[in-house]
């Protein structure tokens, strides 16, 4: 079956940085265009950054976090990452990693915690 699991999230203080990682199973990891979300308490599941499938030549990012957050991914290893530079307490948050629409898989992991404070 589909499976991710994210980890690297931690406390961090303002203009710290982290590096998220993603490790899938179940599915064709390089046929896919993978993107991170997050979800902060009280708010909406956000898409945060895509990048296509195999040579992941294709990245996108919403604005709010462009020129800080850097998507990659490694096909070999099945996993997807997330650098995070210069991390503001907005971008506090739990975040995942899936497919997106219309190919996001019905299964989601656990989540990484990210809090971004003093």
């Known amino acids: 079956q589909v499976q991710f699991v994210e980890s690297g999230g931690g406390l961090v203080q303002p203009g710290g940085s982290l590096r998220l990682s993603c490790a899938t199973s179940?599915?064709?990891?390089?046929?896919?265009?993978m993107s991170w979300y997050r979800q902060a308490p009280g708010k909406e599941r956000e898409t945060v950054a895509a990048?296509?499938?195999?040579?992941?030549?294709?990245?996108n990012y919403v604005d709010s976090v462009k020129g800080r957050f850097t998507i990659s991914r490694d096909n070999a290893k099945n996993t997807l990452y997330l650098q995070m530079n210069n991390l503001k307490p907005e971008d506090t948050a739990v975040y995942f990693c899936?497919?997106?629409?219309?190919?996001?898989?019905?299964?989601w992991g656990q989540g990484t915690q990210v809090t971004v404070s003093t």
């Open positions: 899936n497919a997106p629409r219309p190919r996001t898989f019905a299964s």
């Open positions: 990048i296509s499938s195999a040579g992941g030549s294709t990245a």
């Open positions: 179940g599915f064709i990891f390089s046929s896919y265009t």
